[in-house]
């Protein structure tokens, strides 16, 4: 949201489709400019042709659109690579080469071997949330701390802010209760898994009527099939299993794009739930992210651009959830999204993270699911999930980004206190049988895209 992205080409001109040109980016969350470095900013943050009296960022990235919209990145204009997050001029590399005697001429580039090990590479872990150092942009200080928890501290206030306590969450459906409309007060996205679950048991608890809302995405393990069902039964709701035959599309489209398949699956939950909350008159959607996914995915950019007031981050997400629902993409290629085309669906439709609201351990979580709710750890699939294809999204992400997609919700977990330290690690430590990958990537159709220019 606010934010605009041009390619263009030497003259400032807009490129074709098709065309390579240079990433401008102009919008709300853009700097000033360059610390203590006029050159350098006068140099790069130019005055937007296309926006009166707002500025552009002249980024030295290249590329493309394609006809669905989509950016195509094809790399660097200047010599300019990223190794593990860091920013390195590889014509300094080679300057510095020069230097030594015997060394008339140099050419310095970044050479990746491809491999399919997914062994996570050599890394130092956080002594405060054991987030592993091969997750790009991190460093560790001499005392083993990252830089994330460092940052963390100063704006720690902020967080408080924006987590609320269950006083609010009553708050919430205060006028639901009141005024009752149709057969239920809300809608629970149950994924079989203890969080989720969790959630379900405490909603009920305070007197609400949720429809329960689940995707059947064809790789679901049985037994965290058998614990919706169950937990379901038990508690006297009724369920929704939603299913879709786009499924594997969305999967292909998700690798490809994001490395994992949690992306494309998230949208085709949120989709469905959507259409079923608008066929039952249902007002709120109950999410069970966690705080660290929700921290991880939303929170940590609003505070990096200094956006804090709870009230403007709520708004922000409303507009980037309307436009998340407008890309092109599997989904949208596959599914009926039309409803969703202007947005206004999601301006009757509330969703609610009931870990917003919700400040629990892992272990009060434990503590009472085994005694108020009949709910059974899956033995059929890893750690971090009840999704058997999410093995498939740990492989390829550890692939092809050389560090495990979970390693970074998780450190937000222990810093906002849900789990321990080696509890978080122990849930990353994962053991994948590439063999039982690769059936399923055959399954499903998946062909690795490389991007070139």
Not at 147 to 153: A, L, M, T
Not at 350 to 372: A, I, N, T
Not at 416 to 436: F, N, S, W, Y
Request: hydrophobic share 35%; with cysteine.
């Amino acid at each position: 949201a606010n934010t605009h992205i041009y390619i263009l080409d030497e003259r400032l001109q807009p490129t074709a489709i098709g065309v390579a040109g240079e990433i401008y980016i102009s919008g709300a969350g853009l700097a000033t400019g360059y610390l203590n470095a006029p050159e350098l900013t006068e140099a790069a943050f130019l005055p937007n042709p296309y926006l009166a009296g707002q500025s552009m960022y002249k980024t030295g990235d290249r590329a493309r659109w394609q006809d669905d919209g989509q950016l195509v990145f094809l790399g660097r204009q200047d010599g300019q690579v990223k190794v593990r997050g860091a920013r390195i001029e590889l014509h300094e590399v080679e300057a510095a080469l020069r230097t030594l005697d015997g060394v008339e001429e140099c050419h310095v580039r970044v050479v990746t071997q491809e491999s399919h090990d997914t062994t996570l590479p050599e890394s130092a872990h956080c002594v405060a949330c054991g987030l592993p150092s091969n997750v790009p942009g991190t460093t560790l200080d001499e005392d083993g701390v990252c830089n994330v928890c460092r940052d963390f501290h100063q704006y720690r206030h902020e967080a408080d802010r924006y987590f609320m306590d269950m006083d609010a969450l009553e708050a919430v459906f205060a006028d639901v209760k009141a005024q009752p409309q149709g057969d239920y007060d809300c809608m629970m996205l149950l994924s079989g898994g203890k969080d989720s679950t969790y959630a379900l048991g405490r909603l009920q608890e305070m007197g609400l009527r949720p429809l329960v809302f689940s995707l059947d995405n064809g790789y679901i393990s049985e037994e965290a099939k058998v614990n919706i069902l169950r937990v379901v039964d038990t508690l006297g709701l009724d369920l929704e299993f939603a299913s879709t035959p786009a499924m594997n599309a969305v999967f292909v489209d998700s690798l490809q794009r994001f490395s994992n398949v949690c992306n494309g699956c998230f949208k085709v939950i949120y989709t469905l739930a959507l259409t079923c909350a608008r066929k039952h008159g249902i007002r709120h959607i109950v999410t069970g992210l966690s705080r660290g996914q929700i921290f991880d995915t939303r929170l940590k950019d609003f505070y990096r651009h200094g956006i804090y007031d709870p009230a403007e981050i709520d708004a922000q997400v409303l507009l980037a959830r309307k436009a998340y629902h407008r890309a092109k993409d599997a989904v949208s290629r596959h599914m009926d999204v039309d409803f969703l085309a202007d947005g206004a669906v999601l301006d009757k439709v509330q969703f609610v993270d009931f870990y917003r609201y919700c400040d629990v351990s892992l272990d009060e979580v434990y503590d009472f699911l085994g005694k108020r709710i009949p709910w059974v750890r899956p033995s059929d699939t890893g750690r971090s999930t009840n999704c058997l294809i999410n093995e498939v999204g740990i492989f390829i992400h550890k692939r092809d980004r050389k560090h495990h997609n979970y390693a970074s919700p998780y450190s937000w977990d222990v810093r906002l206190g849900h789990k321990t330290r080696d509890a978080a690690m122990k849930e990353l430590d994962d053991e994948i049988v590439q063999r039982d990958v690769q059936q399923i990537l055959d399954e499903i159709g998946y062909t690795k895209v490389e991007n070139h220019a």
